[in-house]
């Protein structure tokens, strides 16, 4: 115990090495702060409304991965159909497709002449692009598959037997789901959905190119820092830290309600 | 809720096949060395395993084509497989609300009551003793009032002193249960004192089944031999005479043909010289092992045929036994038994 | 015939290039004061960002953009309502660090071997004046990079990753305090139109061509002026 | 066994959602490529080159996460510092930042007037921005996290007492780590290692705002694609395509042969 | 390589604190329950948990302050552990390449060899059996020749049969082996046959040592009593008669003070009626709980004192016992052995 906790002495140096790769461009933002300036940026409702309105898509677009996502890892862990490849191939896609591109892809899937969308409109009277809603769209396509390979894997680290224990006591396929795998596989949600929420929050090139850039309604917080970084480059680096901040107070908030774990 | 049924199923390899019928209120322990198919079996009952051949009816009912929920079956793992984030209580009251029962908590402390963890309900599974799980694990099966029940290996899991407490527990708890049990053991003495009835699995195969009595004295293989303590031989009876494939042995029955033929280590007497007298079977030994057990020693013999014996420590010490000591065994042609293949 | 101001109400959403988003911004509070019951949202991105959206289906009455090669895939595709004009002009200027440390004048001085020069890409409007702008004056540069975008030129300006970048007036305007622009007599032989457009889809076409003609009004000019931008 | 293998109903329908929302997007493009112009791009010498360094890049970046995220993912697992919690905010930096400001970052960090850039500069005479090590960093800066998080919840999942065996056997912590503790969490490297790669390839904010954009050196597929989407959009729809085609034959390729799983 | 330790260990609430001395070529047993802190006891010595107090000398070398691997002490954990991504050869290997050793793939498959399991050299440790499975483990720790071995439960794991086999063979090999061994087990069988000195741990603390005969016949707790068999009680003696908390039994030892006495259960006579005769001990009990053995059948009855019978199958059915038949049980005091506390 006492001393297998500790790190091998070969790999304390990458892994300095490593932390201080992360971190040196953080001290560097820092360092440049115009830091009497914060008190300004944030006093301005504009920047404290695109702070919400990131926080608020980020939180949706992460529910509505939970929701579609975790659901995708069971089907992708547990059948084998022979279209599973396709699928698992489909997943990827957002990963490695610029964010640029996937925003047109979107307008060409869910915009007002879309593959889909022209029904929407047609149909219901619903646009998507250009509305928070949109956002909340171009966020979860973009974070979608972080949450699926983390809750994939997951699933494919439980021991199926408590499933099974679970299927004699008479549980459905739903019960046992809920009752029994879902609490089990809750550390992997739950980082799988921070992973998602930070990429949501952090996402730039679909939301603009897929939702536009209307305060209030579609400028989250990296489209501010765009457009201050056109103007303004100082006020960018404080909005960026802001951001920053409270993503990582989010997140510790989280880690400390939900995992207990430091 | 008597459960009948001819249990046909493959994993990998493996084969199994195993007919089998439990009446309503009485015990069936399934025995066998590590693969035998006994795990497999329960599963397939459970309908955790898929069934690729025969039948399974359970109180006149077939439930091959019903998936595990809908069979009404129990099953407690050897693990136990508690829910580790639920707490006592909620994994005993796991099955109720799975079938929407009502009284739920009710039911449940009642059950918690009757295994004597009342005072548990609010701990976690990980905060229990061996025992304290194992009870849980039954509870959380019986409270669903289950038509047939499977307990894999109850008892593997928990120290000596636990396990004959739990044994004597489990043995009032089966007495009160009204459905079929299933029980999966590696020790004849649960056998012994849980089950009515006694199935030996080798290689997915029955290679003997009976009464426990009937099984612990007329043992079929060696494996069961070994399990019962007996010394097992198999050979062809003539004039009162067993020709061994090494040696042979008078017995006192008078039948003809194959047959097996037991006696227990105590009745093997040892002398250092060729004794005079009454044991009608009297042969050269080697002694390879000596292991003492309380009160006596159990000695492993070479010879023809090789042999067990249980002597005294005292008489250990007299004939200065040690691996390689020269003995002649004797055995009594009233101590040997003999039966039929 | 423009409406009289005031007799127009309502929402308008105006699409417009990154580079007039300080402006735009201004422009739209002191025209909402200006006009009571109206609201002008904006939509600021890179042009021809905009123009997809448009060409999409986006719900946009006017288009600012910063080039005119973006606002005619719009007008290629009928989605302009009678016809663009342009309304500021922006040129190039060689912007370098405030004190103007390697001593750069002209544009000779820029393709030094030890000066490292950024640009915008070809296929960026800025980019497109800067060759012409070298064409012009015969001279072949050795960018060690070709920006995406002014913005990101100018970053790499600010924080001494290069010591000279071609970029708009507008841009060296906006970080006045720590670039210095330098003009050359090249810089007109590429001079970058914003053309504007009252889209055909407008839902609200009688505002959207208030807030053009604001644009192009006194005040309008004013501030865009005031920006770097040369009023047409 | 049998039966388990199947997903609740109830589940069935927003995992299919969820595929169809990642796909949608994805048929749009392809409805709208000009396949016929698809061989003009694969044939440009300028797309095969951006396409080549692409590749390299993120792979190089990835080996690069793999030798510093694997120790620092240890790091993070195995020990007790107090300072522990300041570094897991760090570690989630590159994920919130949009990957512009994180360009930023990176120049304030490593450009020739950085915190730590001058002095290579200065001392070594290395500057990193407009080199093609300058797009490896930057892709590396994106997606450590990734790895980071994912072998993290690798090593949190395995059995301790088997590096005990290894340490009563002789195994030092060193020879633990190699011979016991990394074949044991290899799925969870993998896993990371893909989703690192995929974000590397991805990478665009971070890159041209760092490495900038020069054929050659530092013009990857996405800044391709990005500029392509200025004069050319359908040219940009291509090249998107292509990227996705090779990542995802890529990524087939290692899952079938280090994986096994389907 | 004599094991000389005082282990002192905390692990949360719970205490360990083991006085002990092994010397060269002995083993030493650890029984207790559940819990007791065997195996907290074995990761002390191999340096896997940190010593709160007491030292630990091996071969007159203090090792408190080594690391696990600097100890030279092989463990073979209960489930094995053996590494799954490792060939079984590899598995044997591991601590000679972890320790550069040279000719690791002789030494390695001349051990595999002594274990019988050459031919399994390329095998996975998930394809083997759970003997096999032991016998690699043993194998994997004795190949870089501790000075100390730990065995924690070696044989929990296996079935009965194999468990006899598996027991013997084990046996040999602690002969033949030079260090000093620690044996944690549930079984007092394992203790008898395999040690040659047993320490008793209950809560973390030594509540019995001797030989494994002396603790057998001379058990101080009521888990010892459990795990050996016999009937125990404490109280005080005086002019031959020892007073319990709930009755009294009659002796034939002279001496005075607190005693524990112990019989076994087939020295305890039962009787419809009370009769009359020699036996000293004779009181009134009630049937509790009646289990079947191979041969004799266990009667556990309350009274005062409460005692634990066995009697013939006939007798039972003679006596048509049942729970809550009211019975005479008798002992003799010739039977009943007392010890000093
Ligand atoms: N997942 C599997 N794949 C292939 N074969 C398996 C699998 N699980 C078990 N088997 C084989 O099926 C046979 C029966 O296994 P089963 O678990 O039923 O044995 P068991 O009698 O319960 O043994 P034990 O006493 O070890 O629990 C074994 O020979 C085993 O090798
Ligand atoms: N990780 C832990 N944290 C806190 N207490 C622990 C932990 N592990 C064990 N304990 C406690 O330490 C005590 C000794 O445990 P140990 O595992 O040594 O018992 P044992 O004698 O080996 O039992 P068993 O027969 O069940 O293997 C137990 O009372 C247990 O509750
Ligand atoms: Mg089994
Ligand atoms: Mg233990």
Known sequence: MSEQNRVPTLLLLPALLGLAFLALPLVGLLLRTPWDRLGEQLAAPAVREALWLSLITATVATVLCLLLGVPLALLLSRTRLPGIRLIRAVITVPLVLPPVVGGVALLLAFGRNGVLGRYLDAWFGITLPFTSAGVVLAETFVAMPFLVIAVEGALRGIDRRYEEAAATLGAGRWTVFRRVTLPMIAPGVLAGAVLCWARALGEFGATITFAGNFPGTTRTMPLTVYLALETDPQAATVLSLLMLVVSVLVLAGLRHRWVGVQ | MTLDANLVAVQGDFRLSLPLTVDSGRTCAILGPNGAGKSTALRTVAGLHPLSGGHITIAGRPVDRLSARDRRVGLVFQDYLLFDHLTVLENVAFGLRARRASDVRDKALHWLDRVGLADYADRRPRQLSGGQAQRVALARALVTEPDVLLLDEPLAALDVAARAHVRAELRGWLADYTGATLLVTHDPLDAMVLADEMVVLEGGVVVQRGTPAEVATHPRTPYVATLVGLNLYRGSLAAGVVTLESGSLTVTSGEEGEVLVAFPPSAVGLYPARPEGSPRNCWPVTVSEIEPHTGTVRVRLTGSPDVQADITTAAVAELSLSPGTRLWATVKATEIRTYPV | ???????????????????????????????????????????????????????????????????????KQVEDKGHVSGKAVNFVTNTLRI????????????????????????????????????????????????????????????????????????????????????????????????????????????????????????????????????AGFTVV
Chains 1, 4 share one sequence.
């Open chain 3, 95 to 226: 912007a370098v660090p405030k004190g103007n440390p390697k001593n750069i004048h002209t544009l000779a001085d820029v393709v030094k071997p030890d000066v490292k020069l950024a640009l915008c890409a070809e296929q960026v409007p800025c980019g497109a004046a800067a060759k012409t702008v070298f064409g012009a004056a015969k001279l072949t540069p050795k960018p060690v990079t070709l920006e995406q975008d002014v913005s990101a030129t100018r970053t790499k300006l600010e924080l001494g990753e290069v010591d000279a970048a071609l970029i708009y007036r507008t841009d060296v305007q906006a970080d006045a305090d720590k670039l210095d622009g330098i003009d050359f007599p090249e810089m007109q032989s590429a001079v970058n139109d914003y053309p504007i457009a009252v889209l055909s889809g407008a839902k609200n076409a009688e505002l959207a061509r208030a807030w053009v003609d604001y644009v192009r009004g006194e005040h309008g000019k004013e501030l865009l002026a005031k």
């Open chain 3, 1 to 71: 015939s423009s409406p009289a101001p005031g007799t127009a109400k309502g929402e308008i959403n105006v699409f417009a290039a990154a580079s007039l988003n300080k402006t735009f911004t201004q422009l739209g509070k002191d025209f909402e004061a200006a006009h009571g019951g109206t609201s002008v949202k904006f939509n600021f991105a890179g042009s021809s960002a905009l123009a997809q959206q448009i060409n999409n289906g986006a719900p946009a009455d006017v288009f600012a953009s910063a080039a005119p090669a973006n606002m």
